[in-house]
């Protein structure tokens, strides 16, 4: 796991709240976020649960277009209020098409997505949006950081069976070839 | 009046003749970048960086990405080329340079390295070609394997399966361990190996 930098967010009240929302796949997704929380990637929701960030299942409108096909994402805005409280305030929403995915399947993507909250917490994201880093950068860690949690996960669901786990195992392999090669990947996919 | 109807008429035949004729027998620019059938032009490239010493020859206007590890300890060039017809995959050559085993890496020789690099394509892998051959006078082993990437899930990606073809070349120059790579999409391969032979056949120490 690589751990995310200084808080840049000095003053965004905490909430300490585990703010899973939404009408459908509440359990679900409370059940992988207790996974997380009781792994090596506890930091991850340590974060989400300190800032009180929304984490839900979306609509299919939510998922139009080019996030079609994406399990899940991390959205930001309101950068400008910075160090204050974000407005409006960020979130993680998962796509509904995988809402019988197993918790664990999704815990790793949880752990992708909120490393990306991370990311915002400590100025990654800032600096990425002032091009002092890179896709590559950002991706690197959320890919790395998935990949560390789903070995320890991944003997459940070996061979992957489901496009989730697909997804997972394709970033876990790849990382295990190391960094270099997983971040060669990563600029061949984003770049 | 007519005349100048005809005239914006023929204007507008010729541009489509134009950008037909370029389309298939000239370089066309592509969301930004250029594809070009073959590589015109090659380019000295010297390292600056003293644990990555070397130099070699890079197609003109390929960008150059120098990187050091942040969480494994390495050095690495990585020279972009052009994307796929699909968008979802670039082509690209690395030259990356990894401590031995003895001196704070992971591999203890290039044997290990191979094995390891063989052990995780993911998926559906397969091993086309393993030789020994030299690169700068030294022994190495190149391999070329073929692997498809399964769709891929996330936010900014295509979900669609990427059938991948590599080219490596991997030799020790103590204390490290160098890997070659050239990666791309396997429908287009052909199209710029022969950017990855230059590497081979130009890379020399400084």
Same mark, same amino acid.
């Given at each position: ?7 840049? /967010? ?42 009180? $960030? ?38 993680? $929403? ?36 002032? !091009? ?17 949690? /789903? ?41 | 009046?007519? !005349? ?68 494994? !300890? ?133």
């Amino acid at each position: 796991m690589r751990a995310r930098g200084t808080d840049q /967010w000095t003053g965004w009240p905490d909430t300490n709240t585990r703010n899973i929302t939404g009408t459908q796949g509440v359990e679900l997704l409370g059940a992988a976020f207790d996974l997380v929380a009781n792994s090596l990637a506890s930091s991850v929701t340590n974060d989400l649960f300190r800032k009180g $960030l929304s984490i839900a299942f979306g609509s299919p409108a939510d998922f139009a277009g080019p996030l079609a096909s994406a399990i899940a994402y991390f959205s930001f805005a309101g950068i400008v209020t910075m160090p204050a409280t974000p407005d409006p305030l960020p979130f993680i $929403l998962f796509n509904p098409k995988f809402i019988t995915e197993d918790p664990k399947v999704l815990a790793a993507v949880l752990v992708h997505e909120g490393t990306h909250f991370q990311q915002f917490l400590d100025g990654t994201t800032v600096d990425y949006l002032l !091009r002092n880093k890179t896709v590559v950068d950002v991706e690197f860690t959320a890919w790395w950081n998935g990949a560390a949690f /789903w070995q320890t996960v991944r003997g459940n669901f070996l061979p992957p069976a489901t496009t989730v786990a697909f997804t997972n195992e394709a970033g876990y392999q790849a990382a295990l070839q190391g960094e270099g090669a997983l971040r060669d990947l990563i600029t061949s996919l984003y770049t | 009046m007519r !005349r100048t109807i005809t005239s914006a008429m023929i204007l507008i035949a010729l541009l489509g003749v134009g950008w037909w004729f370029l389309s298939r027998h000239g370089t066309i620019k592509r969301e930004g970048r250029t594809m070009n059938p073959s590589i015109a032009k090659y380019v000295d490239y010297v390292s600056t960086e003293p644990r990555l010493a070397v130099r070699f020859q890079i197609p003109k206007g390929w960008g150059v990405q120098r990187e050091q590890g942040k969480v494994e !300890r390495y050095h690495q060039i990585r020279i972009r080329g052009p994307r796929n017809q699909e968008d979802t995959y670039t082509c690209y050559l690395s030259v990356r340079a990894s401590p031995l085993q003895s001196y704070g890496g992971k591999f203890g020789s290039v044997e290990e390295l191979v094995s390891n690099y063989k052990s995780h394509l993911f998926q559906d892998p397969q091993i086309l070609v393993q030789h020994p051959v030299k690169v700068a006078g030294i022994a190495a082993q190149e391999l070329l394997v073929s692997f498809t990437i399964p769709p891929l899930h996330q936010p900014g990606l295509k979900a669609i399966p990427i059938p991948v073809k590599t080219r490596s070349c991997f030799f020790e120059r103590s204390p490290y361990l160098y890997e070659l790579i050239y990666s791309a999409d396997a429908r287009e391969f052909e199209r710029y190996v022969e950017a990855f032979e230059r590497l081979v056949r130009t890379l020399r120490f400084k």
